[in-house]
């Protein structure tokens, strides 16, 4: 099994289920919540493991009471976390998140703390040991400096992009593999996500859309990918899983690009027929 660098966000979700929001002033009570952990690299890394694989998690968490339960959290999964601000007490990723049970549709707000310089952190062994590195495009201060030392050692590198950022274009100018959001929406006068990828040679693109047709791209090659059609109790986190679950297909199972997507969203699919992310919801063949 090859070595994931997971680069980006990891938190805590403090999770809901109610059917129906609160109005502006109104208060909720629901007896259905729970707590686990949240972020795009940190699902993923997570989904990567649960499918076999071996991850490195470089994150900003910090050692506030929140932040340890978080590592310890993360270890139990038998990965290894590099934390770029383990001397702060800085809270970590915090969100709070309501799941609709009859739809599985989830409502989101994140809190996050903004680092205000660029953090350069000693991670050279574990680079060299990395066979690819997947990032969230979240975190710049740290990411893109990590980014660029694995461009240098020709590293596949994978994104998540889930939206569109100020440094969106330097994370796709040394990736070879785009994966976004159809949230991921560039500035008009920059043309769509596929012709910015393209002028940047990114040598594999492709547009998630829920359950919603995948577009993907590969040199003169293209086309959709439907996902299962799935009951879904819980759509958290299935982006996280599909890019996990893309890394373990295309780099311990050598599957092609498409390939890769179509595995991805099986196991996406599956996830969001369960709640949370785990043993039971992250499998490679489900049913």
Not at 21 to 30: A, F, G, I, R, Y
Not at 33 to 44: E, K, L, Q, R, V
Not at 107 to 136: H, P, R
Not at 183 to 195: A, M, R, T, V
Request: proline share 4%.
């Amino acid at each position: 099994m090859k070595t994931g660098m997971f680069i980006g966000v990891a938190g805590l979700d403090c999770v809901y289920e109610q059917s129906v929001l609160p109005s502006e002033n109104e208060k909720s009570k629901t007896y259905k919540y729970n707590t686990c952990i949240g972020g795009p690299a940190a699902n993923a890394a997570i989904t990567y493991t649960l499918l076999g694989g071996k991850a490195i998690l470089v994150s900003c968490i910090g050692n506030s009471i929140l932040g340890l339960e978080i590592k310890s959290k993360l270890k139990e999964h038998g990965i290894k976390v590099i934390d770029a601000i383990e001397s702060s007490t800085m809270l970590p990723m915090l969100a709070s998140i309501s799941i609709n049970p009859e739809t599985g549709s989830r409502t989101v707000w994140s809190g996050q703390n903004k680092l205000d310089k660029e953090i350069e952190i000693d991670i050279d062994e574990e680079l060299k040991e990395a066979d690819f590195c997947l990032f969230d495009c979240n975190q710049p201060e740290v990411s893109l400096p990590i980014l660029k030392k694995a461009y240098m050692l020709n590293k596949e590198i994978v994104l998540d992009a889930g939206s569109w950022k100020e440094t969106s274009i330097e994370f796709l100018q040394k990736a070879s593999t785009a994966i976004a959001s159809f949230n991921c929406i560039p500035p008009k006068e920059l043309g769509s996500f596929f012709d910015i990828a393209r002028k940047s040679e990114v040598k594999k693109i492709a547009i998630t859309n829920g359950e919603k047709q995948i577009k993907w791209e590969e040199g003169s090659r293209g086309g959709g990918i439907t996902p299962p059609v799935v009951k879904a109790v819980d759509t958290l986190g299935a982006g996280d899983v599909f890019h996990g679950a893309y890394c373990h297909f295309a780099f311990n199972k050598n599957q092609l690009f498409e390939n890769a997507l179509k595995s991805a969203s099986i196991v996406a699919a599956n996830k969001c027929k369960h709640y949370g992310i785990s043993k039971t919801s992250i499998i490679e063949e489900p049913s």
